[in-house]
T-cell receptor
Framework: KAGVTQTPRYLIKTRGQQVTLSCSPISGHRSVSWYQQTPGQGLQFLFEYFSETQRNKGNFPGRFSGRQFSNSRSEMNVSTLELGDSALYLC?????????????FGEGSWLTVV | GESVGLHLPTLSVQEGDNSIINCAYSNSASDYFIWYKQESGKGPQFIIDIRSNMDKRQGQRVTVLLNKTVKHLSLQIAATQPGDSAVYFCAENLGGTGNQFYFGTGTSLTVIP
């Protein structure tokens, strides 16, 4: 069974640009969540999608947004990029929501903002 | 202001010894916990999980202990191998928050051959 797939793996963007990252969950998984990982802040929750609806959102500005499609694939978008947005963006998928649902991570998308 | 890098605890062990990695979690309402292993350049990999109605769970070479009284979690790795060298994170999930997890700062484990 294929794991969580994220594309692109590496990208470099300029301040002020916008970026879209893609995530394909494990087959059969319906929940997708996104995390940002930086040396300064560690792993931080961005948002979670289930059945094409955002269910939870972390403490990030409105420049960070996402969506989920009917096949459970998800995208996240960051607009008006800032240098501080340089990070590893991780997507995680889970079968469902609720108590005791394990989340499985992809390899991440490395974003560098210059 | 300028952000300061997280201080990552480190642990060095001899190959073949047992390792114990500790984690203090923050919320007494957390009811599900996961340990992840992250190797350089890769995403976090699931190791083992435990629910709040348990205090111990064993996997292959790994054991997780949960002490809800002091909000403490530990991961024990038996017969540590060089391939175990990585950063280990504990993650906690609060009941009713879906799949939103809060992660610890991580512990860097180095296995000395």
């Amino acid at each position: 069974k294929a794991g969580v797939t994220q594309t692109p793996r590496y990208l470099i963007k300029t301040r002020g640009q916008q970026v879209t990252l893609s995530c394909s969950p494990i087959s059969g998984h319906r929940s997708v969540s996104w995390y940002q990982q930086t040396p300064g802040q560690g792993l931080q929750f961005l948002f979670e999608y289930f059945s094409e609806t955002q269910r939870n959102k972390g403490n990030f500005p409105g420049r960070f947004s996402g969506r989920q499609f009917s096949n459970s694939r998800s995208e996240m978008n960051v607009s008006t990029l800032e240098l501080g947005d340089s990070a590893l963006y991780l997507c995680a998928s889970s079968l469902a929501r609720g108590y005791g649902n394990t989340i499985y991570f992809g390899e991440g998308s490395w974003l560098t903002v210059v | 202001g300028e952000s300061v890098g997280l201080h990552l605890p480190t642990l060095s062990v001899q190959e073949g010894d047992n390792s114990i990695i500790n984690c203090a979690y923050s919320n007494s309402a957390s009811d599900y916990f996961i340990w992840y292993k992250q190797e350089s350049g890769k995403g976090p990999q699931f190791i083992i999980d435990i629910r709040s109605n348990m205090d111990k769970r064993q996997g292959q070479r790994v054991t997780v202990l949960l002490n809800k009284t002091v909000k403490h979690l530990s991961l024990q790795i038996a017969a540590t191998q060089p391939g175990d060298s990585a950063v280990y994170f504990c993650a906690e999930n609060l009941g009713g928050t879906g799949n939103q997890f809060y992660f610890g700062t991580g512990t860097s484990l180095t296995v000395i051959p």
